[in-house]
Structures are given as structure tokens and as C-alpha cells.
């Protein structure tokens, strides 16, 4: 059995009070013993979200916290479980689900206290003591790597696309951009035998998620109005399910890219987060428009159970060592496809 330390490597977002921005340090902390219904988790692999970039901004809510641990997303082996952990032995490998307390069902208000790399410490840290509910076996087909993007971005797509979507086999979904949670919405697609139409500012990832296995690729630089190439590429009659993270910007277009019966996923204000609603138009065409805030345990399974049928790969960008973790933030301005993790 592996040697726990009793301290370790963590990083911590810190800030002069309660509001405003962080700034991101290197400290020593304790590692802590798992209780009763606790597995301590030895972190190999965490991902970065936009949300993390906005955390560190200070402009998202995180309650009052003068210092927290960042990072929602890894991956790791369960070093040491408590007395009563029935779900997880030693040397599992295992993920972190994004919101700890959100199992299955419906959303409650109350599980938006329970958020890693939040309003609760998160993964980027050497070792992390969770909950044994708060944890997911890792799917078989991926690498710690690979598996550190699942909990925020993939399950979102997932809860997008197959929870509140109804995403069938030769449906035709819509993508906006090319970051995290549109490149699980690609690969998913993909890997379910949909047809996908992704937008991108860049001709050369319209050109890699041609290779993905995209089948319509659109400019949104070029083409503002984005819509007519998507009523074009599905012969006028319009897509069945969009993932939408542009928002104000975005979501008059993915309206009127929607096929009769269609299914809109929100998820991102990237463009904004005002708008008006169409009502004549959403009604008329009985459209449905969800609101997705990642989603839970039990989506998440589900989620792992598909990638590990169809083999799916999640797409990492780039692989960053613990050390340069600073880094890894500042890759989240530059242009990427899929996901930045950091390795330990
Ligand atoms: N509701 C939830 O549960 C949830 C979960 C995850 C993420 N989100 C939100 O969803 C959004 C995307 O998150 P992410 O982690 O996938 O982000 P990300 O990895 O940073 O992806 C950003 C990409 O989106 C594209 N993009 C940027 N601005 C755009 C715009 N105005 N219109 C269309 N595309 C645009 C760009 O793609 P190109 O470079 O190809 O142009 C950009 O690279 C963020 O707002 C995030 O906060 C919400």
C-alpha cells in the first residue's frame, strides 16, 4: 500500500477579503485522514472550465471565501477509505462529480453549496478527502488525463444532449465554438451516430472537427448570420438539438437554426447572459429550452457507461505539469480545442 504523506502540494486562489479577484499560490496543507464515510483520493490528473478563469476573475459566486482550493474537474486513486465506504476500495480509480451533493433527480437549490473548486475546496490539490457519494469510477477506455475533463464539461454535454435533449441517431445537432463542452457535445454525437454542425472563429479547428467527424462547419466570424448555413446543410427543415454557451449572442440564431420539435441546451453566456424571449417563435415551432447547471451523479454514470460502450475519447488540448499551473490558466486565453488539464 502506498505511503500517505501527511502533508502535500496544493494550490489555493487567495484574495484581500471577500470579494474581488484571486490570485493563485503554491502552499503546504495538511493531508487529511479519511472519516467513516470518506475516501482519500491521491489526485493524478484536474481539468480546466471557463468557470475557473471566472472564478479566479472574482466574478463567480463562490460565497464569501477569502481562499479557496480551484478547479472542479480531476481524477485520481482512492489511497485510504473510512470504516464504513461500501463504494470504493483502495487503488480504485476514480473522478470527482462537480456539485457533491447532487446525486440523481431533480436539481435543489441547496446543491449549489456543495460545488468543488467553489464553495468547496476542489482538485487542485495532491490529495483531496471526499465524501465516497462524491465520487464516480473513472470509465475503463480513459487515462486520469482524459478523464479529468468529464465531471463540468462533459456532464453538461451530457446532461444537454441525452438527459433534458432527446438526442437520437440521425438527428442533427448544433455546436457553438470548439471549447470543452462543444467538443464532448462532438464527440458524443459522433459516437451516437448524429450528424453535428459546429461553429468556430477558426477555420483551422473547423478544419480538425471536420476530422472529428463533423459534417457541416460554419465561420461565426464570417458568417454572422450562421442560421442560413444550417437551415442550408439540413435541407431547410433545421437541427434537433442545440448545445447553446454563446447566450445573448448566440441564442437568437441557434432559434432560428432549430428544427420543429428541437431542443435547446443553455448553458453559456460567453456573448452575454440578457435577451429577449421569442415566445411566437419557440411556440409555434414546439420547441423545448432547457436550463443546464452540469448535472448529477447518476448523469454522470450514465455518461461513463457510454464512453466506455463506444469507446469515446474526450479531446485534450494540452497537458500541463502540476508546477505550471499558472500556465494552464493562461492557455485558457489563447486558442484551444477541447480541454487544458494539468497533470500532477
Ligand atoms: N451551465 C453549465 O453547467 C456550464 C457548464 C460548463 C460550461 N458552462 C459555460 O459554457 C460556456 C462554455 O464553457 P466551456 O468551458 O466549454 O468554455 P471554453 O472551453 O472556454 O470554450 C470557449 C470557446 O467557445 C467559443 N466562443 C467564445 N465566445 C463565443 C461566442 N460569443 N459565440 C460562440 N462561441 C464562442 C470559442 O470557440 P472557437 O475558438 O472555436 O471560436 C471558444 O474557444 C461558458 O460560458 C461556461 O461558463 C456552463
Known amino acids: 500500500m502506498a505511503t500517505i504523506p501527511t502533508t502535500q502540494e496544493q494550490y489555493r486562489l487567495v484574495r484581500a477579503g471577500a470579494q474581488g479577484p484571486f490570485k493563485l499560490e503554491l502552499v503546504t496543507a495538511p493531508v487529511r485522514e479519511p472519516g467513516p464515510d470518506e475516501v482519500l483520493v491521491k489526485v493524478h490528473a484536474a481539468s480546466l472550465n471557463r468557470r475557473d478563469v471566472f472564478v479566479m476573475k472574482g466574478q463567480y459566486p463562490v460565497g464569501p471565501r477569502e481562499s479557496l482550493v480551484p478547479l472542479s474537474d480531476g481524477t485520481g486513486e482512492v489511497v485510504a477509505v473510512g470504516p464504513h465506504v461500501t463504494r470504493f476500495r483502495v487503488g480504485d480509480r476514480v ?19 456543495s460545488a468543488l473548486g467553489g464553495q468547496l475546496d476542489g482538485m487542485l490539490t495532491q490529495y483531496i478527502t471526499l465524501n465516497q457519494q462524491g465520487l464516480v469510477k473513472l470509465p475503463a477506455n480513459l487515462t486520469y488525463e482524459q478523464g479529468a475533463t468529464l465531471p463540468c464539461a462533459g456532464v453538461t454535454a451530457w446532461n444537454g444532449l441525452f438527459t433534458r435533449g432527446h438526442m437520437q441517431r440521425g438527428d442533427t445537432v448544433l455546436l457553438e465554438g470548439t471549447g470543452g463542452v462543444s467538443s464532448f457535445g462532438l464527440v458524443f454525437a459522433v459516437a451516437d451516430g448524429a450528424k453535428v454542425i459546429i461553429t468556430s472563429s477558426s477555420d483551422a479547428k473547423l478544419e480538425e472537427a471536420r476530422k472529428l467527424g463533423a459534417f457541416g462547419t460554419i465561420n461565426y466570424k464570417k458568417v454572422p448570420d450562421w442560421e442560413k448555413p444550417v437551415r442550408e446543410l439540413t435541407g431547410g427543415i433545421g437541427v434537433q438539438e442545440v448545445l447553446d454557451v454563446g447566450g445573448k449572442d448566440t441564442l437568437p440564431h441557434a432559434i432560428a437554426s432549430l428544427g420543429f420539435g428541437g431542443h435547446i441546451a443553455l448553458i453559456g453566456g460567453l456573448g452575454g447572459f440578457g435577451g429577449d424571449v421569442p415566445v411566437m417563435a419557440l411556440m409555434t415551432s414546439n420547441a423545448t429550452v432547457s436550463g443546464i447547471y452540469v448535472g448529477s451523479r447518476a448523469d454522470f454514470e450514465a455518461m461513463d457507461a457510454f464512453i466506455e460502450k463506444h469507446d469515446v475519447k474526450p479531446i485534450v488540448s494540452r497537458v500541463i505539469p502540476f508546477k505550471d499551473a499558472k500556465a494552464a490558466y493562461e492557455l485558457m486565453e489563447s486558442a484551444f480545442f477541447g480541454k487544458i488539464v494539468i497533470r500532477m
Request: proline content about 11%.
Open 95 to 113: 473522478a470527482a462529480i462537480f456539485f457533491q451533493s447532487w446525486l440523481n433527480g431533480r436539481p435543489s437549490p441547496q446543491f449549489l453549496d
